[in-house]
Protein backbone atom coordinates (compact mmCIF):
# COMPACT_ATOMS: atom_id res chain seq x y z
CA UNK A 1 0.00 0.00 0.00
CA UNK A 2 1.11 3.80 -0.42
CA UNK A 3 1.40 4.99 3.20
CA UNK A 4 0.76 8.36 4.17
CA UNK A 5 2.73 8.65 7.47
CA UNK A 6 2.36 11.78 9.79
CA UNK A 7 5.09 12.92 12.21
CA UNK A 8 7.21 11.05 10.09
CA UNK A 9 10.60 11.78 11.50
CA UNK A 10 9.14 11.87 14.98
CA UNK A 11 10.16 9.36 17.44
CA UNK A 12 7.52 6.66 16.81
CA UNK A 13 7.24 7.78 12.86
CA UNK A 14 10.93 7.17 11.98
CA UNK A 15 10.39 3.61 13.46
CA UNK A 16 7.52 3.36 11.46
CA UNK A 17 9.13 4.23 8.32
CA UNK A 18 11.74 0.74 7.79
CA UNK A 19 8.26 -1.03 9.41
CA UNK A 20 6.03 -0.17 6.78
CA UNK A 21 9.00 -0.42 4.56
CA UNK A 22 9.74 -4.44 5.43
CA UNK A 23 6.37 -4.87 4.46
CA UNK A 24 6.42 -3.76 1.02
CA UNK A 25 4.58 -0.63 1.40
CA UNK A 26 5.71 2.40 0.29
CA UNK A 27 5.57 5.70 2.47
CA UNK A 28 4.76 9.32 1.69
CA UNK A 29 6.40 10.91 4.77
CA UNK A 30 5.09 14.41 6.34
CA UNK A 31 7.36 16.93 7.62
CA UNK A 32 7.64 20.32 8.20
CA UNK A 33 11.70 21.20 7.80
CA UNK A 34 13.87 21.19 4.90
CA UNK A 35 15.95 18.73 7.12
CA UNK A 36 13.23 16.35 7.67
CA UNK A 37 12.23 16.38 4.01
CA UNK A 38 15.82 15.46 3.12
CA UNK A 39 16.46 12.84 6.19
CA UNK A 40 13.02 11.10 4.53
CA UNK A 41 14.30 10.88 1.01
CA UNK A 42 17.27 9.33 1.74
CA UNK A 43 15.25 6.78 3.40
CA UNK A 44 13.37 5.98 0.42
CA UNK A 45 10.44 7.92 1.76
CA UNK A 46 8.50 10.79 -0.55
CA UNK A 47 8.42 13.45 1.70
CA UNK A 48 5.45 16.01 1.68
CA UNK A 49 6.11 19.43 3.56
CA UNK A 50 3.43 21.08 5.76
CA UNK A 51 2.43 21.09 9.48
CA UNK A 52 -0.57 20.30 11.58
CA UNK A 53 -2.16 23.41 10.63
CA UNK A 54 -1.55 22.92 6.90
CA UNK A 55 -5.23 21.08 6.64
CA UNK A 56 -4.92 21.01 2.71
CA UNK A 57 -2.24 19.43 3.22
CA UNK A 58 -3.13 16.71 5.01
CA UNK A 59 -6.08 16.40 3.18
CA UNK A 60 -3.75 16.35 -0.45
CA UNK A 61 -1.47 13.26 1.36
CA UNK A 62 -4.25 11.38 2.65
CA UNK A 63 -6.37 11.22 -0.65
CA UNK A 64 -3.43 10.32 -2.04
CA UNK A 65 -2.92 7.60 0.18
CA UNK A 66 -4.13 3.69 -0.04
CA UNK A 67 -3.98 4.17 4.10
CA UNK A 68 -3.14 6.36 6.61
CA UNK A 69 -1.29 6.56 10.10
CA UNK A 70 -0.94 9.45 12.12
CA UNK A 71 1.34 9.65 14.73
CA UNK A 72 2.26 13.49 14.95
CA UNK A 73 1.63 15.70 17.67
CA UNK A 74 2.97 18.88 18.84
CA UNK A 75 3.87 17.78 22.23
CA UNK A 76 6.21 21.57 23.14
CA UNK A 77 6.75 20.54 26.87
CA UNK A 78 2.95 20.19 27.30
CA UNK A 79 2.57 23.38 28.11
CA UNK A 80 -0.07 23.83 25.49
CA UNK A 81 -1.68 20.72 25.72
CA UNK A 82 -5.37 21.29 25.33
CA UNK A 83 -4.91 23.76 22.40
CA UNK A 84 -2.29 20.82 21.05
CA UNK A 85 -5.43 18.13 21.12
CA UNK A 86 -7.55 20.50 20.11
CA UNK A 87 -5.40 21.36 16.69
CA UNK A 88 -5.08 17.33 16.55
CA UNK A 89 -8.83 17.41 16.49
CA UNK A 90 -8.75 19.31 13.45
CA UNK A 91 -6.32 17.53 11.86
CA UNK A 92 -7.46 14.42 12.42
CA UNK A 93 -10.91 15.76 10.55
CA UNK A 94 -8.85 16.73 7.98
CA UNK A 95 -7.59 13.61 7.19
CA UNK A 96 -10.30 11.75 7.59
CA UNK A 97 -12.61 14.39 4.89
CA UNK A 98 -10.56 12.89 2.72
CA UNK A 99 -10.66 8.86 2.92
CA UNK A 100 -15.13 9.38 2.75
CA UNK A 101 -16.52 7.12 0.48
CA UNK A 102 -13.86 4.77 0.88
CA UNK A 103 -12.31 2.04 2.90
CA UNK A 104 -8.69 3.35 3.08
CA UNK A 105 -8.26 2.97 6.69
CA UNK A 106 -7.25 5.42 8.98
CA UNK A 107 -5.10 4.72 12.33
CA UNK A 108 -5.06 7.50 14.85
CA UNK A 109 -3.44 7.98 18.06
CA UNK A 110 -4.29 8.46 21.72
CA UNK A 111 -3.36 7.60 25.26
CA UNK A 112 -3.82 4.82 27.17
CA UNK A 113 -5.61 6.73 29.99
CA UNK A 114 -8.88 7.38 27.84
CA UNK A 115 -9.60 3.65 28.49
CA UNK A 116 -9.92 4.09 31.96
CA UNK A 117 -12.76 2.59 33.48
CA UNK A 118 -12.02 3.33 37.24
CA UNK A 119 -8.99 4.67 39.53
CA UNK A 120 -6.52 1.78 40.22
CA UNK A 121 -8.02 -0.09 37.30
CA UNK A 122 -5.73 -1.04 34.36
CA UNK A 123 -7.26 0.63 31.11
CA UNK A 124 -9.00 -1.65 28.38
CA UNK A 125 -9.84 -1.34 24.89
CA UNK A 126 -13.56 -1.77 25.24
CA UNK A 127 -13.71 1.26 27.49
CA UNK A 128 -14.50 4.84 25.60
CA UNK A 129 -15.35 7.65 28.12
CA UNK A 130 -16.77 10.65 26.17
CA UNK A 131 -16.76 12.63 28.81
CA UNK A 132 -12.90 11.82 29.51
CA UNK A 133 -10.99 15.26 31.28
CA UNK A 134 -7.82 14.40 29.56
CA UNK A 135 -7.84 16.61 26.77
CA UNK A 136 -6.65 13.83 24.75
CA UNK A 137 -10.23 12.85 24.06
CA UNK A 138 -10.83 15.32 21.58
CA UNK A 139 -8.80 12.84 19.22
CA UNK A 140 -10.77 10.11 19.84
CA UNK A 141 -13.69 11.99 19.37
CA UNK A 142 -12.69 13.57 16.11
CA UNK A 143 -12.13 9.68 15.47
CA UNK A 144 -15.57 8.53 16.56
CA UNK A 145 -17.27 11.80 14.20
CA UNK A 146 -15.32 9.77 11.12
CA UNK A 147 -16.47 6.66 12.39
CA UNK A 148 -20.27 7.81 12.34
CA UNK A 149 -19.77 9.57 8.71
CA UNK A 150 -18.21 5.65 7.17
CA UNK A 151 -14.66 6.32 7.27
CA UNK A 152 -12.55 3.57 8.57
CA UNK A 153 -11.17 4.54 11.68
CA UNK A 154 -9.06 2.65 14.27
CA UNK A 155 -7.36 3.92 17.21
CA UNK A 156 -3.96 3.34 18.90
CA UNK A 157 -3.31 4.32 22.21
CA UNK A 158 -0.03 4.86 23.47
CA UNK A 159 1.68 4.27 26.98
CA UNK A 160 5.27 5.66 27.65
CA UNK A 161 6.83 4.52 24.44
CA UNK A 162 10.65 4.31 25.18
CA UNK A 163 14.25 3.41 23.58
CA UNK A 164 16.99 4.43 25.21
CA UNK A 165 16.78 7.71 24.36
CA UNK A 166 13.26 8.59 24.84
CA UNK A 167 10.69 7.61 27.17
CA UNK A 168 7.59 9.60 26.94
CA UNK A 169 6.80 11.55 29.94
CA UNK A 170 9.75 9.69 31.43
CA UNK A 171 12.26 11.82 29.49
CA UNK A 172 10.85 14.83 31.10
CA UNK A 173 11.58 13.67 34.76
CA UNK A 174 14.72 13.11 33.44
CA UNK A 175 15.73 16.51 32.98
CA UNK A 176 14.25 17.65 35.85
CA UNK A 177 16.21 15.63 37.85
CA UNK A 178 19.17 16.47 35.92
CA UNK A 179 17.81 20.57 36.67
CA UNK A 180 16.87 20.17 40.06
CA UNK A 181 19.61 17.67 41.48
CA UNK A 182 17.30 15.10 42.82
CA UNK A 183 14.93 11.99 41.06
CA UNK A 184 11.48 12.61 42.66
CA UNK A 185 8.11 10.45 43.14
CA UNK A 186 5.44 11.49 45.43
CA UNK A 187 3.94 9.75 48.28
CA UNK A 188 4.78 5.84 48.43
CA UNK A 189 5.43 6.35 44.55
CA UNK A 190 3.46 3.05 43.60
CA UNK A 191 1.65 4.94 41.19
CA UNK A 192 2.01 2.97 38.02
CA UNK A 193 2.74 4.21 34.28
CA UNK A 194 2.23 1.40 30.97
CA UNK A 195 5.12 0.97 28.84
CA UNK A 196 6.14 -0.21 25.66
CA UNK A 197 9.30 -0.30 23.60
CA UNK A 198 8.94 1.76 20.19
CA UNK A 199 10.11 -0.61 17.59
CA UNK A 200 6.97 -2.95 19.31
CA UNK A 201 4.61 -0.13 19.17
CA UNK A 202 5.68 0.33 15.21
CA UNK A 203 4.94 -2.92 14.38
CA UNK A 204 1.64 -3.10 16.28
CA UNK A 205 0.87 0.00 14.01
CA UNK A 206 1.27 -1.43 10.90
CA UNK A 207 -0.36 -4.45 12.29
CA UNK A 208 -3.59 -2.22 12.90
CA UNK A 209 -3.18 -0.76 9.65
CA UNK A 210 -3.24 -3.83 7.79
CA UNK A 211 -5.91 -5.37 9.34
CA UNK A 212 -8.15 -2.11 8.30
CA UNK A 213 -10.63 -2.85 11.42
CA UNK A 214 -13.10 0.14 11.35
CA UNK A 215 -13.62 1.21 14.99
CA UNK A 216 -10.76 -1.33 16.63
CA UNK A 217 -9.18 0.78 19.57
CA UNK A 218 -5.81 -1.15 20.04
CA UNK A 219 -3.21 -0.69 23.16
CA UNK A 220 0.29 -0.90 22.67
CA UNK A 221 0.96 -1.87 25.58
CA UNK A 222 4.18 -4.65 26.76
CA UNK A 223 4.11 -3.59 30.51
CA UNK A 224 1.29 -3.16 32.46
CA UNK A 225 2.57 -0.91 34.65
CA UNK A 226 5.81 -0.09 36.05
CA UNK A 227 6.05 1.80 39.73
CA UNK A 228 6.41 5.46 39.99
CA UNK A 229 9.37 4.71 42.60
CA UNK A 230 11.38 2.08 40.36
CA UNK A 231 11.30 4.90 37.55
CA UNK A 232 12.68 7.68 39.87
CA UNK A 233 15.24 4.64 41.20
CA UNK A 234 16.53 4.00 37.95
CA UNK A 235 17.01 8.13 37.00
CA UNK A 236 18.48 9.09 40.82
CA UNK A 237 21.27 6.01 40.03
CA UNK A 238 21.87 6.96 36.06
CA UNK A 239 22.47 10.54 36.95
CA UNK A 240 23.88 10.20 40.35
CA UNK A 241 21.55 12.22 42.39
CA UNK A 242 19.33 11.55 45.53
CA UNK A 243 15.79 9.71 45.12
CA UNK A 244 13.31 11.21 47.13
CA UNK A 245 9.97 10.78 47.91
CA UNK A 246 7.76 14.19 47.99
CA UNK A 247 4.21 14.39 49.65
CA UNK A 248 1.57 15.43 47.39
CA UNK A 249 1.11 18.95 48.37
CA UNK A 250 4.52 19.79 47.09
CA UNK A 251 3.90 18.25 43.22
CA UNK A 252 4.85 21.89 42.20
CA UNK A 253 8.03 20.76 42.36
CA UNK A 254 7.19 19.19 38.67
CA UNK A 255 5.81 21.94 36.83
CA UNK A 256 3.57 20.91 34.21
CA UNK A 257 4.41 17.19 35.01
CA UNK A 258 2.21 17.48 38.39
CA UNK A 259 -0.88 17.25 36.56
CA UNK A 260 0.88 13.44 35.44
CA UNK A 261 3.22 12.51 37.67
CA UNK A 262 0.59 11.11 40.92
CA UNK A 263 -1.52 9.29 38.50
CA UNK A 264 -1.92 5.79 38.44
CA UNK A 265 -1.88 5.00 34.94
CA UNK A 266 -1.94 1.02 34.38
CA UNK A 267 -3.18 -0.46 30.76
CA UNK A 268 -3.91 -3.99 29.45
CA UNK A 269 -3.17 -4.96 25.92
CA UNK A 270 -5.24 -8.75 26.29
CA UNK A 271 -7.61 -7.91 23.30
CA UNK A 272 -4.94 -6.46 21.35
CA UNK A 273 -2.55 -8.96 21.62
CA UNK A 274 -5.15 -11.85 20.71
CA UNK A 275 -7.14 -9.65 18.11
CA UNK A 276 -3.36 -8.97 16.26
CA UNK A 277 -1.38 -11.37 17.36
CA UNK A 278 0.94 -9.10 18.65
CA UNK A 279 3.96 -9.91 20.95
CA UNK A 280 6.04 -7.41 22.12
CA UNK A 281 9.93 -8.67 22.68
CA UNK A 282 11.66 -5.31 22.97
CA UNK A 283 13.64 -4.41 26.82
CA UNK A 284 11.09 -3.26 29.79
CA UNK A 285 10.76 0.09 30.37
CA UNK A 286 13.59 0.33 33.73
CA UNK A 287 16.09 -2.09 31.26
CA UNK A 288 16.05 0.72 28.58
CA UNK A 289 16.55 3.97 31.35
CA UNK A 290 19.80 1.56 32.72
CA UNK A 291 21.20 1.31 29.49
CA UNK A 292 20.87 4.98 28.41
CA UNK A 293 23.62 7.64 28.47
CA UNK A 294 22.55 10.04 30.57
CA UNK A 295 25.76 12.05 29.87
CA UNK A 296 24.27 12.64 26.35
CA UNK A 297 20.59 12.12 26.07
CA UNK A 298 18.87 15.56 26.51
CA UNK A 299 14.96 16.79 25.95
Not at 148 to 164: C, F, I, K, W, Y
Not at 183 to 200: K, T
Not at 205 to 223: S, T
Request: with cysteine.
Amino acid sequence: MRIFLTGATGFIGSALIPELQAAGHQVVGFTRADAGARRLAEAGVEPLRGDLTDLDRLRDGAARAEGVIHTAFDHDDFTNFVANCEKDRRAIAALGEALKGSDRPLVITSGTGIGCPAPGVPATEDVFNTAHPNPRIASELAGAALSEAGVNVSVMRLPQVHDTVKQGLVTYLIDLARRTGVSAYLGDGANRWAAGPVYDVARLYRLALEAGEPGARYHAVAEEGVPAHAIAAVIGRGLGVPVVSLPPEEAGHFGWLSAFVGLDMPASSTWTRARLGWAPTGPGLIADLERMDYGTVRV
